[in-house]
């Protein structure tokens, strides 16, 4: 399933806030049951971790009222998962969006849903997506 592939890239982008590590632990990702899952979770990652810098101005941009070093790290590792599959896997932003929004639901707090949903919103209007 989709969603276990997008949780399993969500949980290695916020790993990778906190560490400079060079690689992602693809141990967790070969957990997946489906070889496709794998592929996708690894594509999220890959392109999360080729444009990190630029995903990462995008979201600064976008940011209303908000510093990106004061965003809870799992709403800005949920924001980069959400952002680096519609820029970079052409995923259409409804579905990024609401897939994200429902993770978000079970790892963040009450309120990301709504912070999380704002952003990239924004993104998308601002970036064209």
């Keep these: 399933m989709r969603r276990d ?12 806030l906190f ?4 690689e992602f632990d693809s141990e967790s990702i070969d ?7 794998r592929q ?8 999360f971790e080729d444009n990190r810098n630029l995903l990462e101005e995008i979201i600064k ?6 510093e990106i070093n004061r965003v809870y790290k799992v709403d800005l590792a949920l924001i ?5 599959e519609m820029k970079y896997l052409k995923t259409p932003p409804q579905v990024a969006i609401n897939e994200v ?3 978000a639901k079970v790892y963040s707090t009450e309120k990301s849903s709504k912070f999380i949903h704002g952003v990239l919103s924004q993104i998308v209007k601002s970036e064209k997506l």
Excluded: G, M, P, Q
Aim: aromatic share 12%.
């Design 40 to 47: 996708f979770s690894r594509e999220i990652l890959s392109a």
């Design 5 to 16: 592939a997008r949780i399993k890239a969500f949980a290695l982008v916020f790993e990778k």
């Design 80 to 84: 980069f998962t959400a952002l680096s």
């Design 19 to 22: 560490h400079s590590c060079d």
């Design 31 to 37: 957990e997946l049951k489906k070889l496709e899952d």
């Design 101 to 103: 929004l429902e993770i």
């Design 61 to 66: 941009a976008n940011l209303k009222d908000y």
